[in-house]
């Protein structure tokens, strides 16, 4: 399956087990704002949940609740980043954030509850063995907690009050938690589903995370608002050290390749099978948005 | 054992368990802030796990894992609560609350990072079968998400907008989901924990929650601010409905008391062996903090 269609499978078959996890709840604004913070994006993630599980002979419906806990833990932390004492964001895939439309109360409780709602999703039986399903919780946790993603964001906080911008290694680490700690988690999901090897899927993710990371700040850079959906040239403005004032534009270009080459060997011991999740490395560097 | 004892035994068991959990984190703002919302508290939650455990013959040491993610999930929901576009309280504990110590970035982020410890924390493998242990996640999850205490969180908001205060039963349905859930499911885990029938305990602790709520109505009355650590009389200010305004210092009283009783009568089938348990629900009506 090319890459585009798989993309836009994940998406809808992501949609709607994400609609039926909220089916049935209370009409609240924040309920409201839990389902307008799950829609549209790219769905990279689950997308990478989906696929690396049929890499390893699971099926579709038996991944697609660790696909959906991911974009619901994913959209949580998008809500909470834009919120104003945060990157004070007022749009997010093309649409006013949730702290706009609503009020910062009804978005620090929907990231709550998207949150939450991430592990729900993760203790579904239809996941497999509970063996399995507690691997993934553990391994979630791990990525998205003060050592992973909270992590990344907390070092990006404090890189906006120090007086010296931060070197390579130092936003490398930064951005190995912020965006690339989900983006493994994802990738190596479907071998824990499968209860294969993850560390080749492992190797595939560390290197396309970090890609994607370098392709934000170039897409920061040179890209167009309308088709981003957000708001760019935020780090030039604030002055903030990115992998394109470390490395220059042609630098960083020449290490996104490098990386989706690195993605790619990685991949080697699936074979042929591994061509749509290789399509996928070199879509993230050329994306518009 | 008496109460007095087993709950001051829990809280340094819960605290030890907790340190271990953040001991080798990187040393930034949001991980202080989480070790800094993470301490004092009765620890009652905790308390009812490590307790409602040893009913069943499971062990502190295989049980602990539980307490601890319960209170660290309790600690997120303080946190967050406490933000100025929440409740914006100042003081919590009798010490500053997190974003008045540090800022609202790292609240947020802590409070964040507190509820994913929690869900790590349930992943503990001395927590036994992973059947147990994904199913308090599950449980955790429902109990703490947009069907549990953000429903009530946000029912809560809500009503200081609405034109007419809440009637008895949209309160105690609010209160059911922003208190009541949580304690409900600190009470059931020692069952689950066990593998057995957690219905007597589920009974128990929804007549314990209430009463607990309808206490902390009465505090807010009649408390003393420095013993409970918090500021007090705020719901009269704010004109909001509360089982006092409701039924009355008298009518919430005599309803608190006989909660107790239900509390009580719901343990029958444990006899004496839940005596803790009962000078549990006791002391819930007559604290002072």
Known sequence: MSFPVALNDAALAVQARL??????????????????????????????VLESARLHGVAPAAAVSAAAAIEALHAYSLVHDDLPCMDDDDLRRGLPTVH????????????DALQTLAFEL??????????????????????????GMVLGQALDIAAESAAVPLTLPEITRLQAGKTGALIRWSAEAGAVLGQADAGPLGRY??????????????????????????????????????????????????????????????????????GTLIEAARFVIARES
Do not use: C, N
Not at 19 to 40: F, I, S, T
Not at 100 to 111: C, N, P, Q, S, Y
Not at 205 to 216: H, R
């Open 19 to 48: 609609d039926a996890a909220l089916a049935g709840h209370d009409d609240l604004p924040v309920v409201a704002a839990m389902r307008y913070a799950l829609q549209g994006g790219k769905r990279l993630r689950g997308f990478l």
């Open 100 to 111: 706009v439309k609503w009020d910062e109360a009804t978005a620090v409780l929907a990231g």
């Open 122 to 147: 993760l203790a579904d039986p239809a996941l497999g063995p509970a063996e399995v399903r507690i691997a993934l919780v553990a391994s979630l946790a791990k990525a998205s907690g003060a050592e």
């Open 205 to 274: 993710a560390t290197a396309l995370g970090l890609a994607f990371q370098i392709a934000d700040d170039i897409l920061d850079v040179e890209g167009d608002a309308a088709k981003a959906g957000k708001r760019l040239q935020k780090d030039a403005e604030a002055g903030k050290a990115t992998f394109v004032s470390l490395l220059g534009l042609e630098g960083a270009k020449d290490r996104a390749k490098a990386l989706v080459t690195e993605a790619e060997a990685a991949l080697a011991p699936y074979g042929a099978a591994a």
